[in-house]
Every structure is written in structure tokens, then in C-alpha cells.
């Protein structure tokens, strides 16, 4: 059974930085892409950043310049998302998701909350 474990989310003051990581257990395939969501109180989820394994990567406007997407080059089922600079209305719980031609599969989340 495939699953995404997303790691790194915590509570970060405005302007700070967090690290965000999400591992693929189970898996015999190489997704597609991977990428991260996410989802504030009373909001629907939105896309963050996405990057496929050719290395294209695609950005939510809020979080360009500040946000980094990447893939790790030894297990290209793990996906990073380096966030900068964060603000506020970043809060939200981040999801992890995978996706194969058929497929999408996502984590179950991890809360990042940053004060003012």
C-alpha cells in the first residue's frame, strides 16, 4: 500500500522559514509529480508548488520568491518544500500529494502556523 508521510510542519514566527518533507513508502513506481497543497480553516484546498520529474516545477503566485520545491535526486519519491520568509496567511495544514498517470495519492498533512 502506497503512502505519503509529510514531516517538518511546526510554529514559526512571521518572516521565518520551515522545511518541509514528504516520503513515499510502499511505492514500486516513480510518480509523475509530486507537490504540495494546502488548506486554511473555512477554505478549500489550493495549490502550493508542483515539480514533475523532469524537473519542471509550478508555483501558486502567493508563495513565488518564497517557496522552493524540489525533488530528492537519490529517491525521486520524496519531494521538499523550502518555505521562506512566511507570513501569516500561510497558515494552513500542508498535504503532500503523488500522482502516476492513474493515480493520486496524497498524505495525510502536516499544520504549519506562523504567528505575528
Known amino acids: 500500500q502506497v503512502q505519503l508521510v509529510e514531516s517538518g510542519g511546526g510554529l514559526v514566527q512571521a518572516g521565518g522559514s520551515l522545511r518541509l518533507s514528504c516520503a513515499a513508502s510502499?511505492?514500486?513506481?516513480?510518480?509523475?509529480?509530486m507537490g504540495w497543497y494546502r488548506q486554511a480553516p473555512g477554505e478549500q484546498r489550493e495549490l502550493v508548488a508542483t515539480?514533475?520529474?523532469?524537473?519542471?516545477?509550478?508555483y501558486a503566485d502567493s508563495v513565488k520568491g518564497r517557496f522552493t520545491v524540489s525533488r530528492d535526486n537519490a529517491n525521486e519519491n520524496t519531494v521538499y518544500l523550502q518555505m521562506n520568509s512566511l507570513k501569516p496567511e500561510d497558515t494552513a495544514v500542508y498535504y503532500c500529494?503523488?500522482?502516476?498517470?492513474?493515480?493520486?495519492?496524497w498524505g495525510r498533512g502536516t499544520q504549519v502556523t506562523v504567528s505575528s
Open positions: 500529494r503523488g500522482n502516476t498517470i492513474r493515480v493520486i495519492y
Open positions: 510502499g511505492s514500486i513506481f516513480r510518480f509523475n509529480t
Open positions: 515539480i514533475s520529474t523532469g524537473g519542471n516545477t509550478n
